[in-house]
């Protein structure tokens, strides 16, 4: 079973909105797919871009600081050097000391101590500066945090940023070089400033574009900003470790010499720029293809869907029987013009056929009604030279006969009285389905009734091993009917129980039901009983019930057609319950007074018996 949220149960108006949204909803799956897909891949080549850029000014980092250091430890590595820092150390200070022109040498040829050169003892006290008489010259720089290290770690280092310090009212960082005798022991150290601000240094970042917000800088081991092509960027902390990292495409490179890093990048606004532009471009894109397929959808799902109604609207009118409106969907050429030409077409047949039914039926009762004069007429006609026959036949009997001349007669008599009954059955019939009886309704005594089927049974028992039974009580009502049709009823059923008795017992019952007020007669048989399967035809006119045992009896099928029809003129019912080889119980119920409706009864007339 499918729900009654299944598409089977939707309108095609719900299907085709259906439709629709599944199409914008795969539009916006496009196109959000695709766009993430331009904004991933402008930000990859971005970063590519911007990785190549840090890689650049890392490797012209790296070579500024190699060429500084490598002039470092040639001067540190100088045999000299110890020698002529012992003998500084030993003399106080005085006279020309031939090494320190390597320091002046060093200072001069080098553009990266822009800062100035120095060197210490082994205790960090500072002997010499380049140029010449810096103000730190004869002080201890043992606590000074790069200098503290150098002694520490016994190799060469380079310190982090630092704003203004003892050593330099700019922002600098500290190069570091050892200066160790043949024992292995540091006998004082060779240091070098940059000068943050200097040109020598700062021009390293400006051979990049700065255009379209890009930038690039220099960070240090702490985080900080060293270089920057924003100047006021300096000591303020690396935008890749920052909150606002999100906002930026970037690409960092390490290097080599240092352990700092370099960043470039760009603000992603501007970075995805053209993307964003293409983006907006694609979704006004689709949103007019949307329009569009709206516009022209709207129009042309209606144009599909407003026929489909009106065909199922006359489809409807048809079913209800009205076939009298054209089936007309207005100027088309499709499947649908030919749908509704096929019910135009079908509904003309159907006019057609149902005009032709209806003559038939016109004509097959007129047939009837002639058939029914016919026999009544037929009927009418036979029955009374039938009556004659009895006449003479019961007169001659009253003479004196032989006995062969007797019972010839008293066959002839028999016979044309079956006859007789048969006619009356038939006109009764007729006069029912023609609807010309009319009930003459007057009081009857329902024990006078009984009394008068006597005969009728005495001489249907003549010459049979059948025991009849009377059950009735004592006390019966009198009932407003129609006396000779409940007299006909009960002789029916009476003679139909006698007729296939072959011997046994018959009972005629009679009750009053007065929580009803109604009356039940009852005939029951000890017979050969009726088949199941027959049972619900045995009322049906000219019907005989197919089997062996009931072929042998002769009649036309009318007597019970006849019974159903007078009990139900009597607003009674009948009912039948039987078993073959047990026998049958007919049970007739009526009325205690019959209610008159229109012309199809008489009101209370005397009784005609
Ligand atoms: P018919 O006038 O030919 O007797 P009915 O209309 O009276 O026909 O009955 C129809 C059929 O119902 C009969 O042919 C008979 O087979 C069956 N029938 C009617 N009454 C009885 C009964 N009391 N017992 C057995 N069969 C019966």
Not at 38 to 63: K, P
Not at 269 to 283: C, D, F, Y
Request: aromatic share 8%; hydrophobic share 45%; charged share 20%.
């Amino acid at each position: 079973m499918t729900s009654r949220f299944s598409p089977h149960h939707w309108s095609i108006k719900a299907k085709s909105v259906a439709l629709v949204v599944v199409y914008v909803l795969a539009l916006c799956g496009v196109y959000s797919a695709f766009t993430v897909y331009l904004v991933r891949r402008e930000a990859i080549q971005a970063h590519d871009r911007f990785q190549q850029t840090a890689r650049m000014v890392a490797a012209e980092l790296d070579a500024y600081i190699e060429s500084g250091q490598q002039r470092l430890a040639a001067v540190a590595r100088l045999p000299g050097m110890v020698y002529g820092l012992r003998t500084i150390q030993e003399t106080t200070g005085e006279g020309y000391i031939p090494p320190w022109t390597t320091l002046h040498y060093l200072f001069f040829k080098s553009p990266v101590f822009t800062g100035g050169v120095f060197l210490l003892d082994r205790a960090g006290k500072v002997l010499w500066t380049e140029p010449p008489g810096l103000p730190w010259l004869g002080r201890t720089l043992a606590d000074y945090p790069p200098i503290a290290e150098l002694y520490q770690k016994r190799r060469s280092l380079i310190s982090a940023g630092f704003s203004a310090e003892h050593l330099l009212s700019t922002p600098h960082v500290v190069v570091g070089m050892p200066i160790q005798n043949p024992d292995g022991e540091i006998d004082g150290i060779l240091g070098g400033m940059i000068d943050l601000t200097a040109a020598e240094f700062t021009n390293i970042l400006k051979a990049v574009s700065t255009t379209q917000g890009r930038f690039i800088e220099a960070v240090d081991q702490n985080g900080l900003v060293l270089a920057s092509t924003t100047p006021a960027r300096l000591f303020q902390p690396a935008l890749s470790l920052s909150q606002e990292a999100e906002a930026f495409l970037l690409a960092s490179a390490s290097l080599a010499q240092a352990p700092w890093h370099v960043v470039a990048g760009q603000p992603r606004v501007v970075a995805l720029a053209e993307v964003s532009q293409l983006q907006r471009l694609l979704l006004w894109l689709g949103a007019g293809v949307l329009l569009i397929a709206i516009a022209s959808g709207v129009p042309f799902i209606n144009g599909f869907v407003r026929p489909i109604k009106k065909l199922t609207a006359y489809a409807e009118v048809m079913a209800r029987g009205d076939l009298s409106q054209p089936v007309v969907v207005g100027e088309r050429h499709d499947e649908i013009a030919i749908l509704a030409q096929a019910f135009e077409h079908m509904r003309i047949e159907l006019k057609r056929s149902h005009l032709a039914l209806k003559q038939r039926l016109e004509e097959r009762e007129e047939l009837i009604r002639l058939k029914e004069e016919f026999l009544d007429n037929m009927s009418h006609e036979l029955r009374t030279p039938l009556h004659v026959i009895i006449g003479y036949t019961d007169m001659l009997l009253d003479e004196e006969l032989s006995a062969d001349g007797r019972n010839t007669l008293t066959r002839i008599r028999a016979q044309s009285e079956h006859l007789f009954h048969l006619l009356s059955d038939l006109m009764t019939l007729s006069g029912v389905n023609t609807g010309k009886v009319a009930l003459q309704i007057s009081p009857v005594t329902l024990s006078d009734l009984l009394a008068r089927l006597s005969p009728l049974v005495d001489q249907l028992q003549q010459g049979k091993d059948i025991e009849t039974v009377w059950d009735r009580p004592a006390l019966l009502p009198t009932v407003e009917t129609d006396a000779l049709r409940l007299e006909q009823v009960l002789t029916n059923l009476i003679t139909n129980a006698f007729k296939f008795t072959p011997q046994g017992k018959i009972t005629i019952r009679a009750r009053h039901d007065m929580t009803q007020e109604r009356v039940v007669f009852q005939v029951a048989d000890t017979g050969i009983g009726i088949p199941e399967h027959e049972l619900p035809h045995i009322f049906d006119e000219f019907r005989q019930v197919d089997g062996s045992m009931s072929r042998s009896y002769d009649g036309m099928g009318l007597g019970l057609a006849l019974v159903r029809k007078l009990t139900s003129l009597l607003q009674g019912e009948i009912a039948v319950a039987s078993q073959v080889g047990q026998g049958s119980v007919f049970t007739v119920t009526i009325p205690l007074r019959l209610t008159c409706r229109g012309d199809a009864c008489v009101a209370l007339a005397p009784a005609t018996f």
